[in-house]
């Protein structure tokens, strides 16, 4: 399968509509961000997605962004993080100065998908995207993200992140450092 790999989409409005109709498949509906909250976000940041594309249609991505301490610190105290929960004043941009710390929303693959590369390819260019923010002056700190489903829980301790706690529901708060990112399966260390 031929699978591209892409951080920017042809139109802002469209990547939104194209992300959330994704998130109907991977995601419960209170879970889910409406369009204006996850616009404004990226607006904030528009340097926080890999997309995968077959043939034009996006079957996978993957939703990052440098966060402030205020944030980070809601992360591990609160048992309840939902989309709609994080706002724009709680995403960073890149500089030149300070730690970013990152967290990822979201990883949602198509089912028709899943159990092919799509995740892979995901997985392996978000680490190269790390490694390339990192390098730019940009010290990456911690790197946390909930796991929702078995199939995150799965994704992310692959990539060598560890739990930190339960949270409500039964969901798991992980976190990783960059030294420790692996690709998935551990078959590269992060160098």
Known sequence: MELKIKHKAKSDSE??????????MG???????????????FKKNEDSFILAYHE?????YLCFFPISDNLLNKIYKDDDMYDTDILPKDIRSYGKEGIYNIFIISIVVHPDYQGSDVIKHIAESFVRKIQIINVCGNSIG?????????????????MNFTNKRILNEGYLLYECFIEDLYYLGGEKRYE
């Open 27 to 41: 995601y419960p509906n209170y879970m889910q961000g409406t369009f204006d909250t996850i616009y404004a976000r």
């Open 15 to 24: 990547l939104i509509i194209e992300v959330m109709k994704l998130d109907k």
């Open 56 to 60: 034009n249609k996006l079957v996978g």
């Open 142 to 158: 911690k790197i946390v993200a909930n796991a929702v489903s078995y199939k995150g829980k799965n994704f992310l301790e692959k």
